[in-house]
């Protein structure tokens, strides 16, 4: 089985969410997916939701990332979007609250690699170019 590294449709990333729907538990989530420009167009994905009515819509962004270092299927990019129905993030401008929403963002971004790798039977190596590479 091969992850996929660019959605070509909706059709395409809803048959690929309904794997993660089940095994994350989101089976009673109304999610809409969308393909296309994200509000921030360094974003790969977003999730817009309403925590308390469990309904959320998904963006991916259209294309690839350029990085070289790093490359990003979009369907670890889904994960990710999918997880952010099971944690709500909030940041009121706060110090602490910018703090916290990032450290729950990483944990969000660890959690999707590591669905994703166990999937896959992948690890870091297969997604990351080693530093002695880059140069």
Known sequence: MEYINEFESVNQIKECAEYYINLLGLQDWKILYSLG?????????????????????????????????F??????????ELLHCKIEL???????????????????????????YARYRLSHKDLYIEEDEQC
């Not at 977003?46 to 294309?63: D, H, L, N, Q, V």
């Not at 490359?71 to 990710?80: A, C």
């Open 90 to 116: 909030y940041d009121n401008g706060s110090l602490e609250s910018k703090v916290m929403y990032q450290q729950q963002h990483t944990i969000i971004d660890d959690w999707a690699r590591s669905v994703f």
């Open 71 to 80: 490359k990003q299927p979009q369907e670890l990019t889904l994960i990710h």
């Open 37 to 69: 420009k994200c509000s921030n167009s360094e974003n790969a994905g977003e999730c817009e939701s309403i925590f308390e009515e469990k309904c959320a819509k998904i963006t991916i962004a259209k294309g690839l990332p350029s990085d070289l270092w």
